[in-house]
Every structure is written in C-alpha cells, then in structure tokens.
C-alpha cells in the first residue's frame, strides 16, 4: 500500500473550500472537527482531498500551530487507506471528497492520542456517510 501524501491531496480551490461551508456536513471526534462534501472529480486523481487548519487564537505562535498540522498531515498519511479502501467503491468513482479538519483544543496533543482519534474520525466519517445514503 502506498503510504505518501503528497501535495495532490492538498485542497487549494477556494471556491471549493466556500461550497464545503455552505452545504458540507459536519463530523466530530474531539478535538477534531471534520466537514466533507463530495465534488465531481476534478484533474486530480486522489479519492479526496484536505486542508488542515489549527486556529490562531488558541495558538498564538505560528511554530506550535505548524507541528500540529504537521502531526496531523502524518496522522492522516498512516490512515488514509481507511478512507482510500472505502472511496474505491463503483459508486465513488465519479466523485472526490472534499475535507476540512480543524484542530479544536488548547494544548499540544501527543502523536499517538492524535492517531486514534484520527482512525476514529475517519470511520465515523464511513459510518455517517453510509447511513446518509439509506
């Protein structure tokens, strides 16, 4: 399994980014916070793609906030096949997933809290996305 996460799974498109806000939903696992909504595929061919955001007024100095997206950019690299496995599905083939996770808490987390939470977000992201369809 390739485990890279490369800049193709960077979501730059602001308008993009402006239609998750205004129609995406909304997943939660403390402290992370998950909007998706899927987008016809565009030129890129990852199943989804992210945008990590850690906010300026919980972490004042731009060095901690940048070791937290980096911890969780390496968190999401290890568990992308979870997401992966189940966008590979006939039915996702046409589509991409937009994301949009923000870190919500006060203190640095530890790479292995941020971990678990990052594999619970991602299968509560399947199980919601799933029962939706029904």
Same mark, same amino acid.
């Given at each position: !399994?390739?485990?890279? #996460?490369?800049? *193709?799974?960077? /979501?730059?498109?602001?308008?993009?980014?402006?239609?998750? #806000?205004?129609?995406?939903?909304?997943?939660?696992?403390?402290?992370?916070?998950?909007?998706? +909504?899927?987008?016809?595929? &565009?030129?890129?061919?990852?199943?989804?793609? @992210? @945008?990590?955001?850690?906010?300026?007024?919980?972490? +004042?100095?731009?060095?901690?906030?940048?070791?937290?997206?980096?911890?969780?950019?390496?968190?999401?690299?290890?568990?992308?096949?979870? /997401?992966?496995?189940?966008?590979?599905?006939?039915?996702?083939?046409?589509?991409?997933?937009?994301? #949009?996770? @923000?870190?919500?808490?006060?203190?640095?987390? *530890?790479?292995?809290?941020?971990?678990?939470? !990052? &594999?619970? /977000? #991602? @299968? &509560?992201?399947?199980? &919601?996305? *799933? +029962?939706?369809?029904?």
């Amino acid at each position: !399994m390739n485990q890279s #996460f490369g800049k *193709e799974y960077k /979501l730059c498109s602001k308008k993009v980014i402006d239609e998750l #806000f205004e129609s995406g939903q909304r997943v939660n696992a403390h402290p992370l916070a998950l909007t998706y +909504k899927f987008m016809d595929k &565009t030129a890129s061919k990852t199943p989804f793609q @992210v @945008v990590v955001s850690v906010p300026k007024r919980l972490f +004042k100095h731009a060095v901690d906030r940048n070791r937290i997206k980096r911890l969780i950019r390496e968190c999401m690299r290890k568990n992308k096949s979870i /997401l992966e496995d189940f966008l590979a599905k006939e039915k996702y083939q046409n589509q991409q997933l937009a994301l #949009f996770l @923000v870190y919500r808490d006060n203190k640095e987390p *530890e790479y292995q809290f941020l971990y678990q939470k !990052m &594999t619970k /977000l #991602f @299968v &509560t992201l399947i199980t &919601t996305i *799933e +029962k939706n369809e029904k």
